[in-house]
T-cell receptor, first 110, second 118 residues
Framework: DAKTTQPNSMESNEEEPVHLPCNHS???????IHWYRQLPSQGPEYVIH???SNVNNRMASLAIAEDRKSSTLILHRATLRDAAVYYC???????????FGTGTRLKVLA | DTAVSQTPKYLVTQMGNDKSIKCEQN?????MYWYKQDSKKFLKIMFS???????INETVPNRFSPKSPDKAHLNLHINSLELGDSAVYFC?????????????????FGEGSWLTVV
């Protein structure tokens, strides 16, 4: 299974952008890059996903390196409600298996 | 309505007991999962069912037995509970996945069932 590496924790000030990095040097050509986040005492929730091109949605943006060995989740304006553990996950196309890593705990400072 | 609901939310029980956690999804998904999150917060897949058929069975003790009476339900039964079974158990669901038809296949998680074995 392809593996992802993320920093254990990051801090950001409220209203500022946050860039959460993820390394996935063993990614294969058919692996999708997914980001989920887990708010305290809740189940993980979907944030965004992509394959090769950068992606934007109402929650965040996903920037994927040209060689796909790394990606960055971008929260454009962090709020206190964004404090959570953010997981970067690779999922092979056609499989059901999501392998969660240790994630990055994001702390947002007021 | 909650998309993926699981009961009970909290469960405290003694070692050696048998307990079940129930899960239901109203999203019309074909695939359901059980994940376990231990005290170190690692989230590990345990089982996955697609249309009532077991498709993923990770290295889990056979004291854990999933049952899917229909594609909207996936229950988890645990026999002879041990202290190490204490964890948060998350049920989840997604659309079925097919090679070449991938659209991301978002997983929707329930709120978790906190199991404490004493």
């Amino acid at each position: 299974d392809a593996k992802t590496t993320q920093p254990n924790s990051m801090e950001s000030n409220e209203e500022e952008p946050v860039h959460l990095p993820c390394n996935h040097s063993t990614i294969s050509g058919t692996d999708y890059i997914h980001w989920y986040r887990q708010l305290p005492s809740q189940g993980p929730e979907y944030v965004i996903h992509g394959l090769t091109s950068n992606v934007n949605n109402r929650m965040a943006s996903l920037a994927i390196a040209e060689d796909r060995k790394s990606s960055t989740l971008i929260l454009h304006r962090a709020t206190l409600r964004d404090a959570a553990v953010y997981y970067c996950i690779l999922r092979a196309s056609g499989t059901y298996k999501y392998i969660f890593g240790t994630g990055t705990r994001l702390k947002v400072l007021a | 309505d909650t998309a993926v609901s699981q009961t009970p939310k909290y469960l405290v029980t003694q070692m050696g007991n048998d307990k079940s956690i129930k899960c239901e999804q109203n999203l019309g998904h074909d695939t359901m999962y059980w994940y376990k999150q231990d005290s170190k917060k690692f989230l590990k897949i345990m089982f996955s069912y697609n249309n009532k058929e077991l498709i993923i069975n990770e290295t889990v003790p056979n004291r854990f037995s999933p049952k899917s009476p229909d594609k909207a339900h996936l229950n988890l039964h645990i026999n002879s509970l041990e202290l190490g079974d204490s964890a948060v158990y998350f049920c989840a669901s997604s659309q079925a996945v097919g090679v070449g038809t991938d659209s991301g296949n978002t997983i929707y998680f329930g709120e978790g069932s906190w199991l404490t074995v004493v």
